[in-house]
């Protein structure tokens, strides 16, 4: 098993620009989550699936967007790129929203908008 | 509504112990603890649930104490490989849909 995948690791965007960050699992789950982290901070959630075609915001979604038309894919879309965007952003899974299961996290991608 | 962890960084000698915290302003239904290594993606630790019901590494021990809203993380003989951030995710109601919210983290260096 892979576990989580983010494509791509690195990118750099110009302000206004959009991109989607690419996020897959292959264990089955049911839970997708999207978060960011700032720079010696703690995780944000920006969007989560509780399964497809059913996806809610988080803590701060604004400026981004989410589909999810099957099990294993989870792209997050960010419209008009703002230096604000900035961030590290990691995709996880859990088979269950119950509270006894624990998320498994991507390895993350590294934006930097200028 | 974060949950606010102390310390903020810690360092210790290869050997030592050290407590992580974990405090809530609100009640707790869950309490996951994560460890992120520099660059890399968080990792599950423990879960510690309302009740006492705990899921997680073998090495390493916590509690949750429901009453005072906290959960502590004890790190004992401390290894290099322990060095890392450790963050505190709370779910504060049994229906939150697995919506972690994340304290700002504990970063533990560990030195030879």
């Known amino acids: 098993n892979a576990g989580v995948t983010q494509t791509p690791k690195f990118r750099i965007l110009k302000i206004g620009q959009s991109m989607t960050l690419q996020c897959a699992q292959d264990m089955n789950h049911n839970y997708m989550y999207w978060y960011r982290q700032d720079p010696g901070m703690g995780l944000k959630l920006i969007y989560y699936s509780v399964g497809a075609g059913i996806t809610d915001k988080g803590e701060v979604p604004n400026g981004y967007n989410v589909s999810r038309s099957t099990t294993e894919d989870f792209p997050l879309r960010l419209e008009l790129a703002a230096p604000s965007q900035t961030s590290v952003y990691f995709c996880?899974?859990?088979?269950?929203?119950?509270?006894?299961?624990?998320?498994?996290f991507g390895p993350g991608t590294r934006l930097t908008v200028t | 509504q974060q949950p606010v962890q102390s310390p903020q960084a810690v360092i210790l000698r290869e050997g030592e112990d050290a407590v992580i915290n974990c405090s809530s302003s609100?009640?707790?239904?869950?309490v996951h603890w994560y460890r992120q290594k520099h660059g890399e993606a968080p990792v599950f630790l423990m879960i510690l649930l309302k009740g006492g019901e705990q899921k997680g590494h073998d090495k390493i021990s916590a509690s949750f104490n429901e009453k005072k809203q906290q959960s502590s993380l004890y790190l004992t003989a401390s290894q290099l490989s322990y060095s890392g951030t450790y963050f505190c995710?709370?779910?504060?109601?049994?229906?939150?849909?697995?919506?972690?919210?994340f304290g700002q983290g504990t970063e533990l260096s560990v030195k030879p």
């Open positions: 995710g709370v779910i504060m109601i049994y229906n939150q849909g697995g919506k972690l919210i």
């Open positions: 996880a899974s859990s088979y269950s929203g119950d509270a006894s299961y624990e998320q498994y």
């Open positions: 609100k009640a707790l239904y869950s």
